[in-house]
Each structure stands twice: as structure tokens, then as C-alpha cells.
């Protein structure tokens, strides 16, 4: 797609972006509908989307200005770098708290009861966090409201015109997130950071791909995770 410099998108892409928040909840939720599983998309799957947001007569003038390299497809950061940068950067963070490993359904679920503990959460639904309890989650890990209200929005795969409320992101959706190193070239993405955010460059590149170790405080929190997530799966015990 086109080139992974930051460069200024053209204002119709602002229409764009517009239409598919109020649609899908946000572009990256968008995304999630029209390439499930990919970090490519193709000229066919985009007119399709723009067929949804009844903007087909655009489809050119949109594609001609996301696909500036000519590649023939566009890719996830094409598509919304902004949103991707942020994803990265929680995705970074989840791995330097060593609170995910390797991404299988049992993993992911006993890494998303850690994100509770550590915030001293308890969740109101079982493997799902609704938008404050995603808010105080992820302010424990160092991000400010707004980022974590639009990584929020960009998790929900079930926002836009059609959600039904209260909105909340599942295990699937910490899934998806986990596969972002497969969507898209993350140290590269990482060279279009602003200037003041490079200090943690080469670190937050090492972690693509690696296994994390835990502290002994991470640890333990995964431990107690474990038994909760086992204890919730035997359900409730039976009466003397």
C-alpha cells in the first residue's frame, strides 16, 4: 500500500473514516469486517465495504488515495495508521507487563483475568470488560483516558450503527490484538512514532514475537488467574 511515512491523508479519507466509525464503531472495526484474519485488503473487499457505507460511487477516489504506492492492495497501517500506532503501542505494553504468551483460548483468557487483578477489577461479565472497566484496566498500565477510550473503540468488533449496549470487548477481541505482528511490520510501524516517543524504539521492537518472561508479581497474578478462570469453568459448587 502506500508508503510508511505518515504522510498527510487527503480530506475525503477523513469522510471516509467518519462514515465507517458511525457504521462499525471505528475503522479498525471496519477492518475486522471486511478482512477478517488478513493485514491486506483487496480492491474487490473495499468496494464491498464501501458498498455497506452506501459510498460505492467513492470507491475510487478512496482507493487511489489509501493504495498511494500502487501495491494493488492496502494494507492495516494504510488504512488507519493512526489507530495502528496505538494498537501497537497497547500491544507493546501488554507484552512488557508479560501479561499475554503465546495466544491459545486458555492463554488469552488467563491473560485477560490478569489485566482485572492488576487493576483490582472485578468484572461485572466473566472474560469481558465494558468501557470503564477497559478504561481502569488499561490506566494501570500507563495510558490516559482518551487512549484508552480509543483503543477501546477499535477492539470492539461490535460497535457502530447496530451494537447493542452496554458495549464490551471478550477474549476474541484481546485474540485479534495478539495477532497484530501478523498484520503488519511492527518495528517498521514503529519508525513513524514521533520523535519524543523513540526512546523505548529498540525495546519495544524486541518484544514482536518473543515469549515474555514474568516477575515474580506477574506470576503470581497468572497463577491466581488460572484457579479463577478454573473454578468459573466447574461452576458453582454443589450444596452440602
Known amino acids: 500500500g502506500g508508503a510508511l511515512q505518515g504522510e498527510p491523508q487527503p480530506q475525503s479519507l477523513t469522510v471516509l473514516k467518519r462514515q465507517m466509525a458511525r457504521q462499525f464503531g471505528s ?55 493512526d489507530a495502528v ?13 508479560g501479561s499475554v504468551m503465546g495466544g491459545g483460548r486458555e492463554d488469552l483468557e488467563t491473560s485477560f483475568q490478569v489485566l482485572a487483578l492488576k487493576a483490582k477489577l472485578k468484572l461485572k461479565q466473566s472474560g469481558r470488560m465494558d468501557a470503564q472497566e477497559f478504561r481502569a484496566a488499561f490506566k494501570s498500565l500507563g495510558f490516559n483516558a482518551a487512549e484508552c477510550d480509543l483503543a477501546f473503540s ?4 461490535k460497535g457502530g450503527i447496530d451494537k447493542r449496549p452496554p458495549a464490551s470487548i471478550g477474549v476474541s477481541d484481546l485474540g485479534w490484538l495478539f495477532r497484530l505482528p501478523t498484520f503488519v511490520d511492527l518495528p517498521r510501524v514503529a519508525m513513524c512514532r514521533p520523535g519524543y516517543e523513540k526512546g523505548d524504539l529498540v525495546e519495544w521492537a ?7 518472561k514474568y516477575s515474580a508479581a506477574s506470576s503470581a497474578l497468572r497463577k491466581q488467574a488460572t484457579t479463577q478462570n478454573a473454578q468459573a469453568a466447574d461452576g458453582p459448587a454443589a450444596p452440602a
Open 27 to 81: 475503522t479498525i472495526g471496519a477492518w475486522r469486517k471486511a478482512c477478517p484474519g488478513s493485514g491486506r485488503m483487496t480492491f474487490q473487499a473495499f468496494r464491498d465495504l464501501c458498498g455497506k457505507l452506501h459510498s460505492v460511487q467513492h470507491t475510487v477516489v478512496y482507493w487511489t488515495a489509501l493504495d498511494a504506492g500502487r501495491a494493488g492492495f492496502v494494507s492495516l497501517f494504510d488504512f488507519d495508521q
Open 85 to 97: 500506532l496505538l494498537l501497537a503501542k497497547v500491544y507493546a505494553r501488554l507484552l512488557g507487563e
Open 154 to 157: 477499535y477492539l470492539d468488533a
Open 206 to 212: 524486541s518484544y514482536v514475537g518473543q515469549r515474555p
